[in-house]
């Protein structure tokens, strides 16, 4: 019975997030419906589950696989600056601007977090870009 709920909560969820989040290149940050706030940004981490899920034998993922290669493509053209994959990124490219990014900065990087969107692109058959990515973001 647990199993079939959960399967029933990850359902919701997932037309949740294709109705409300995802924007045709990217799944945005937040948007919630009843405060009206909507954070219309690029997370470079948004992968991590996917990268967690094959790693650990998951091979179907987390998210629609479809949407993982069209995020990997954003993310590569928009998420990526002179240090790594930056946490947040303006969608269309370069660091974000109208959100408190706190501690990070607007160029701010997560290491182990790099490590698993470059293993992401690898399990997506980009190994070139994976390790091009490793190259830059830690040599």
Request: proline share 4%.
């Amino acid at each position: 019975d647990f199993v079939k709920q959960c399967r029933e909560w990850r359902e919701i969820i997932e037309n949740l997030m294709e109705q409300h989040l995802w924007t045709g290149r990217y799944y945005m940050q937040q948007n919630d419906l009843k405060t009206g706030v909507k954070e219309d940004v690029l997370m470079g981490y948004v992968l991590d589950g996917e990268f967690m899920a094959w790693h650990d034998g998951t091979s179907e993922g987390v998210l629609p696989k479809d949407r993982v290669a069209v995020m990997l493509d954003t993310l590569k053209k928009a998420g990526i600056g002179d240090w790594g994959p930056r946490v947040w990124s303006d969608p269309n490219g370069g660091p974000v601007k109208g959100i408190d990014v706190g501690y990070w900065t607007t160029d701010g990087v997560h290491a182990p977090s790099a490590l698993m969107l470059a293993a992401t692109y690898m399990y997506q058959d980009n190994k070139e870009f994976g390790i091009e990515h490793l190259s830059n973001t830690f040599l």
